[in-house]
């Protein structure tokens, strides 16, 4: 088993837990339910049940701050858009490689965790120390919405094929269940 470094940014976890997939039967309309039965049969990680069942996007642009001709919409939204691009170039050309939304996200290293926890998590939540045999490593940079959609499309193809995409990654590896929590770090 392998050792990595996992944000737990819903402060969720606990020593000696096994994390599997959930699978949720609670879903209505039925028809989606059924929608997601057909595409995740084996269920969600908490990644997939933030992102892709409870995640409500408003795509509603406003004008930035720092450069009022280019509109923006919330990073919430942001997220939710990436994640379901990538899913569909991964579902579309790397049906092999582990779903976004059946995966734990981790760090090799515990520094690459503090680093995650202090820009996108101001802090919140803890670092713990996990154990996992199944891993994809990719490079978290590329997980954007930047350029054109054939940039786009590039981007999300270098990242599923575990390639850098630039001069400075930064890995993040996903785990498929089982995941064994070790231990909170300090």
Same mark, same amino acid.
């Given at each position: 088993m392998s050792i990595f470094y996992h944000v737990d940014r819903n402060m969720s976890l606990k020593q000696g837990q096994k994390i599997e997939l959930v699978h949720y039967n609670d879903i209505k309309p039925e028809k989606l339910q059924k929608h997601i039965d %057909?595409? /995740?049969p084996q269920g969600f990680s908490d990644h997939g049940e933030r992102y892709f069942l409870s995640n409500e996007i408003e795509v509603k642009f406003e004008k930035s701050r720092t450069n009022p001709n280019i509109l923006e919409t919330n990073s919430n939204s942001k997220n939710? &858009? &990436?994640e379901i691009l990538f899913e569909y170039v991964r579902r579309s050309h790397f049906f092999n490689k582990p @779903?976004? /939304?059946? @995966?734990l996200h981790a760090f090799h290293s515990l520094d690459n965790a503090k680093y995650f926890m202090k820009k996108f998590s101001n802090s919140d939540g803890y670092i713990w120390k996990i154990?996992? +045999? +199944?891993?994809f %490593?990719? +490079?978290? +940079?590329l997980l954007k919405l930047e350029g054109s959609l054939l940039v786009l499309s590039f981007i999300a193809h270098e990242y599923w094929l575990g390639l850098p995409g630039g001069p400075n990654p930064f890995w993040e590896f996903l785990l498929s269940p089982p995941i064994k929590v070790l231990m909170r770090i300090d």
């Open positions: %057909k595409l /995740f939710a &858009i &990436i @779903s976004r /939304f059946q @995966s154990e996992c +045999n +199944n891993t %490593k990719a +490079n978290m +940079n």
